[in-house]
């Protein structure tokens, strides 16, 4: 909770630093769900709490800059909370609950313990997917799905590139054919969460330059022959590992490409849902961390001879968030919820007409979620004066992650531009 392990100094008196404990705020947060979620589902978010309250008095956690969250991964991993979008049984885990309802549990779990190690869970998953989808049980796949979801290695995605930024599709990375089925790589990504850690990547590629029709998908074990990654380091993720990635005739084995020339861009869009459905779960997750933070501050904090809370301008903002997020979140649950249920009912697997018409819905919520992030997480450390800028919680990382969630996964624009065009078609079918 409190930064020990430098020489800053506290801002914030004992009593309330006591009142600011992990398990104060899980108890805000539970109070809140008592009336939204299932039993069912409040069961799975309380047991994934009481393993991080565990985790951080065992390991004396202070969630101070010189922690290092990959240590972390093989803990949580053995316990499942990694991933819960699935439940492996093809790989001996056998998760339950599983699900983007059990998803939104663990990340709530999960936020409030650490919003940074949340990210890093969420761009191993953007390598999970693609590999639970695409294993087609070949062995070596199985063996890269189970070192991500057991947390022997954090994983990444490869899509952006220096020149292309949300162009995902025009790729200048390319793949050459080679006659026994494997392939040659030659190209540049960058702003790749965990690459820097990463046993393995999922990357993109194309046959031919900037021509979608030929794009290629490929599992990569980073120890290989022409990979080199640098750190991107971005001040507002500090324990974060972000790569830049030079793959400079790296040969792909014919075990490791999961989607051939003209598969990619397939296998790039059928993830578009469950990815900006989970990066709107971490920013609902945000909101209501720094809800928690805020409202347990301003009820403690004397200012005038009396709790802050007192003031209007502080308690009606407050009120305000608070209710922003509330009902923001009951859609998004029900929407979780849904998608559960349209999977179960289907097989297992979403078929591609409902996807596609999930594709603007998954949008909205990412759109909305991130806007809510950067204007609650701002307005509430704004409320905690200059404790809420300080490193004594972890508001600075939930302000400061906030910052680039209108970015991550298609930024703002594209998901505006995804919106205008499902608005536009409505129209064309009345």
């Known amino acids: 909770m409190v930064n020990t392990k430098t020489n800053y100094a506290r801002a914030i008196n004992d009593e309330i630093m006591e ?21 069912e589902e409040m069961k799975f978010l309380t047991e994934v709490q009481d393993f991080c309250l565990n985790f951080e008095k065992e390991n004396n956690i202070t969630h101070g800059v010189d922690e290092d969250i990959y240590d972390w991964i093989g803990a949580f991993g053995k316990k499942g909370y990694i991933c819960r979008a699935h439940k492996f049984e093809e790989i001996d885990v056998n998760n339950d609950p599983f699900g983007l309802t059990a998803e939104l549990m663990r990340a709530l779990a999960i936020c409030y313990f650490e919003p940074q190690l949340l990210m890093m869970f969420g761009a191993t998953i953007l390598s999970i997917n693609p590999l639970m989808d695409h294993h087609d049980n070949v062995p070596v796949r199985l063996d890269a799905l189970k070192d991500l979801v057991t947390g022997n290695s954090p994983g990444c995605i490869l899509i952006t590139e220096p020149e292309r930024g949300s162009d995902a599709t025009h790729q200048l990375t390319t793949c ?14 960058i702003f790749n969460t965990n690459a820097p850690k990463s046993k393995w990547a999922v990357a993109y590629a194309s046959a031919e330059q900037n021509n979608s029709g030929k794009m290629a998908q490929f599992l990569i074990d ?29 040969r792909i084995p014919s075990d490791y490409v999961l989607g051939g020339v003209g598969k990619g861009r397939d296998h790039l869009f059928e993830g578009l849902v469950p990815e900006r459905i989970m990066i709107a779960t971490q920013n609902i ?31 009606m903002l407050l009120s305000e968030l608070w209710a922003r997020t509330s009902t923001l979140f009951y859609g998004l649950l029900k929407f979780c919820e849904d998608y559960d249920a349209l999977k179960e009912k ?8 409902i996807a596609r ?25 704004n409320l905690m004066g200059g404790a809420g800028l300080c490193d004594n919680t972890l508001m600075h990382d939930l302000l400061n992650i906030s910052r680039i969630q209108e970015i991550v996964g298609g930024s703002r624009q594209i998901q505006l531009y995804i919106m205008s065009g499902a608005l536009s078609s409505i129209f064309r079918n009345l």
Request: hydrophobic residues 40%; proline residues 5%.
């Open 19 to 39: 009142k600011l404990s992990l398990e104060n705020r899980y108890a805000f947060l539970n109070t809140n769900m008592a009336s939204i979620l299932k039993p």
């Open 176 to 189: 050459v054919p080679q006659g026994d089925g494997s392939f040659i790589l030659n190209g540049e990504k």
């Open 346 to 353: 289907h097989g297992g697997t979403i078929p591609p007409n």
């Open 357 to 381: 018409a999930l594709v603007a819905t998954a949008s909205q919520f990412k759109y909305t979620c991130s806007d809510l992030s950067k204007n609650v997480c701002y307005e509430a450390a």
């Open 285 to 315: 997750c945000e909101a209501w961390t720094s809800i928690a933070f805020a409202s347990i501050y301003a009820n403690m904090r004397q200012q005038f001879n009396q709790p802050v809370m007192k003031f209007q301008g502080v308690s």
């Open 222 to 250: 980073t120890s290989w022959e022409g990979w080199k990654c640098e750190r991107v380091y971005i001040p507002w993720a500090p324990k974060l590992h972000i790569g830049k990635e030079y793959l400079t005739n790296l």
